[in-house]
T-cell receptor
Framework: RKEVEQDPGPFNVPEGATVAFNCTYS??????FFWYRQDCRKEPKLLMS???SGNEDGRFTAQLNRASQYISLLIRDSKLSDSATYLC????????????FGSGTKLNVKP | EAQVTQNPRYLITVTGKKLTVTCSQN?????MSWYRQDPGLGLRQIYY???????DKGDVPEGYKVSRKEKRNFPLILESPSPNQTSLYFC???????????????FGPGTRLTVL
């Protein structure tokens, strides 16, 4: 079973829409989670960390649901510039140097 | 400018011809890592290094070697490349224990490798 799984999409939404992605992880002992953004086969860049209490950064909100073992990313008021692939990342609970990336969820924001 | 650089950016080679992809960072980071990215599989960790002369295997180390003789450099070596190593490769660096401290991993621009 994969450590991290994501719906590949694509999610096609109009500008201004609210969209949410989920990412499930297999190891219930996992403690550290992140969302990265990747534009068209360029390098991934950190979007935000995911804290137990949830966190918000402008239009972006990340949440953790430990009971169901998933993290979510909510994007409000989508912009054209939000079009990208969003990668979920989980750190191994046994080795903090090992990172597991999901295969990504593609978002297309259309005018 | 803080950055991670990789060379070459694109490489087409033939099976069995040894190659090295270089990775260098100017942020004095202890931690460096190599990933490969394939369609539908996401990024998979090949090797990582916690500091100079300290390296360890990731999830897909077969067919690769690394070395960490200097803090800033972390080359990826393919001794005998095969077609199944055709992929997009990323090098990354971060502060030590980035995973537990929530520190960002900074990625290089990627190296697109094709092995014929």
């Amino acid at each position: 079973r994969k450590e991290v799984e994501q719906d590949p999409g694509p999610f096609n939404v109009p500008e201004g829409a609210t969209v949410a992605f989920n990412c499930t992880y297999s190891n219930s002992a996992s403690q550290s989670f992140f969302w990265y953004r990747q534009d068209c086969r360029k390098e991934p860049k950190l979007l935000m960390s995911v804290y137990s209490s949830g966190n918000e950064d402008g239009r972006f909100t990340a949440q953790l649901n430990r009971a169901s073992q998933y993290i979510s990313l909510l994007i409000r008021d989508s912009k054209l510039s939000d079009s990208a692939t969003y990668l979920c990342v989980v750190i191994s609970p046994y080795n903090f140097n090992k990172f597991y990336f999901g295969s990504g969820t593609k978002l297309n924001v259309k005018p | 400018e803080a950055q991670v650089t990789q060379n070459p950016r694109y490489l087409i080679t033939v099976t069995g011809k040894k190659l090295t992809v270089t990775c260098s960072q100017n942020m004095n980071h202890e931690y460096m890592s190599w990933y490969r990215q394939d369609p539908g599989l996401g990024l998979r960790q090949i090797y990582y290094s916690m500091n100079v002369e300290v390296t360890d295997k990731g999830d897909v180390p077969e067919g690769y070697k690394v070395s960490r003789k200097e803090k800033r450099n972390f080359p990826l070596i393919l001794e005998s490349p095969s077609p199944n190593q055709t992929s997009l490769y990323f090098c990354a660096s971060s502060d030590r224990l980035a995973g537990v401290n929530g520190n960002e991993q900074f990625f290089g621009p990627g190296t697109r490798l094709t092995v014929l």
